[in-house]
C-alpha cells in the first residue's frame, strides 16, 4: 500500500498557463502533447494503443482505470501511442482472469508518464470550455514552472501536422489468409489492428503498405478493392495519400475509408476540413443512418471534421451519416463511384458494435 502514500507531486501545466495538479503514477518524467479526452468506461488499453491517438496526453473520464490490468491481444498497434495519460483514481492492483500484467507495469514498459489524483471533472468541464490545447506532464521533483512554460510554447499545434509518418508501417506487409476470396490493399496512415481482423474475417487477404506508397505499388499487386485507414494528425498536409485516393478512383475499384481516411477521400473530392474545438472522442456517440432512419451508437475518436458547406455543394457526393450532438458529417457516399467513407470506427475496439455493417457493405460492393 506504500504506493498510495508515498507517491511524488506531479503537475499538468495547459498552454495558456492553467496548472492541475495530481501525482505520478507511472514512469517519472516530462511529457508534452495535445490534451483531450475520451469518455469510454472500458477499453483504456485498446485506447492507449490506438495510433489515432499519437502524441497526445489522454485524460480518462472514467474515474477508475487500471482495475482490471493488461491482457496481451487488447492492443490496436505494437505499443503505447499516446505520450502521456491523466485519470482520477490509479489502481495499482488489478483483477481480471488471463491479465499478463498490471497496467502501471504496461505503461512503465512503454515509458509512459501518468499523473492520477487530478479533478478530471474540472479538467475536462475546462477543456470543453476552451477548447483542447497543448499541454505538459511533470513527475519531476521540484519542476520549474517557467521553464516548463516556455518549452511549451515550442510544441506546435495539430492543426497542419502530419503524423501519419510516425505511425505508418514501414514496409508493406500481408495480413490474413493467403487463399482468402479477396485482395485489399490498405493503405496505411495508422491503421488499428482490429480493422485488418474485421477485413481479414470477411474473407479478404490484406496487402498493408507505407503512407508514402505510390499508387503504382499498391496498384501492383492487383488488388479487388482499396482501404485507407484511420490515422493520427491534420489530414490536409498528406499530400501523397490525397493523390493515391485520387488515382484509386479513377480506377472505379471499392474504396472504403474510415476515419482519416474518410477526410482524405474528402479532400481527394474537393472537401476541405477543418479542426474542431473539442473533437468527438469515445465510444458512445450517436450517429444517424440518413438511408435507413436508424440511430447508431458508434466509437470515435477524430479532432478534425470536413467541411459542411463544401459537402452538401458536392453534387457528387451523398451524405449518408450525421453526428446527432452537434450535426457534423459523419459519413459520405461518392454517386458515380464504388466509394463510401465514415467518420466513425465500425471496428470499435472499444466501443459498440452497431456499425459492423459498414464491413459489410463493402465486401459487397466487390463481389
Not at 101 to 126: G, H, P
Not at 173 to 182: D, E, I, M, Q, R
Request: glycine letters at 8%; proline letters at 4%; hydrophobic letters at 35%.
Amino acid at each position: 500500500m506504500n504506493k498510495y502514500k508515498f507517491r511524488r507531486k506531479a503537475l499538468i501545466i495547459l498552454e495558456d498557463g492553467t496548472i492541475f495538479y495530481g501525482k505520478s503514477a507511472g514512469f517519472e518524467g516530462l511529457s508534452f502533447g495535445e490534451l483531450c479526452f475520451n469518455t469510454g468506461m472500458t477499453g483504456y488499453q485498446e485506447i492507449f494503443t490506438d495510433p489515432s491517438y499519437n502524441g497526445q496526453l489522454m485524460v480518462m473520464t472514467n474515474a477508475h482505470i487500471g482495475n482490471y490490468g493488461a491482457v496481451k491481444n487488447e492492443i490496436e498497434s505494437d505499443s503505447v501511442k499516446i505520450a502521456g495519460l491523466i485519470c482520477k483514481n490509479f489502481s495499482f492492483f488489478h483483477s481480471r482472469y488471463g491479465s499478463a500484467e498490471s497496467l502501471q507495469d504496461f505503461l512503465n514498459k512503454n515509458k509512459i508518464v501518468c499523473i492520477s489524483d487530478v479533478d478530471t471533472r474540472a479538467l475536462v468541464s475546462y477543456i470543453r470550455d476552451n477548447g483542447f490545447m497543448n499541454a505538459v506532464i511533470s513527475t519531476e521533483s521540484n519542476p520549474d514552472i517557467k521553464k516548463l512554460k516556455l518549452q511549451l510554447k515550442k510544441i506546435p499545434s495539430m492543426a497542419g501536422l502530419e503524423l501519419a509518418s510516425n505511425v505508418s508501417t514501414k514496409e508493406p506487409y500481408f495480413y490474413g489468409n493467403k487463399l482468402s476470396k479477396y485482395k485489399v490493399a490498405v493503405l496505411d496512415l495508422g491503421v488499428k489492428m482490429n480493422i485488418l481482423r474485421n477485413l481479414s474475417k470477411r474473407n479478404c487477404y490484406l496487402k498493408v503498405f507505407p503512407h508514402s506508397s505510390s499508387f503504382n505499388d499498391m496498384n501492383e499487386w492487383a488488388p479487388d478493392a482499396y482501404f485507407i485507414s484511420n490515422g493520427p494528425g491534420d489530414p490536409e498536409p498528406l499530400e501523397n495519400a490525397i493523390n493515391v485516393t485520387k488515382k484509386i478512383l479513377d480506377t472505379g475499384k471499392p474504396l472504403f475509408g474510415i476515419c482519416l481516411g474518410h477526410q482524405v477521400i474528402a479532400l481527394a473530392n474537393n472537401i476541405k476540413t477543418y479542426k474542431m474545438k473539442n473533437g468527438h472522442r469515445g465510444i458512445n456517440h450517436p450517429v444517424i443512418n440518413l438511408s435507413t432512419g436508424k440511430g447508431e451508437i458508434t466509437s470515435q475518436n477524430h479532432g478534425f471534421a470536413i467541411n459542411k458547406k463544401d459537402t452538401e455543394k458536392n453534387k457528387n457526393i451523398e451524405v449518408t451519416h450525421m453526428h446527432l450532438n452537434d450535426n457534423t458529417i459523419a459519413g459520405i457516399r461518392l454517386k458515380d463511384k464504388n466509394c463510401f467513407s465514415v467518420q466513425y470506427h465500425p471496428e470499435a475496439s472499444a466501443g459498440p458494435h452497431d456499425s459492423s455493417y459498414l464491413f459489410d457493405d463493402f465486401i459487397s460492393m466487390i463481389t
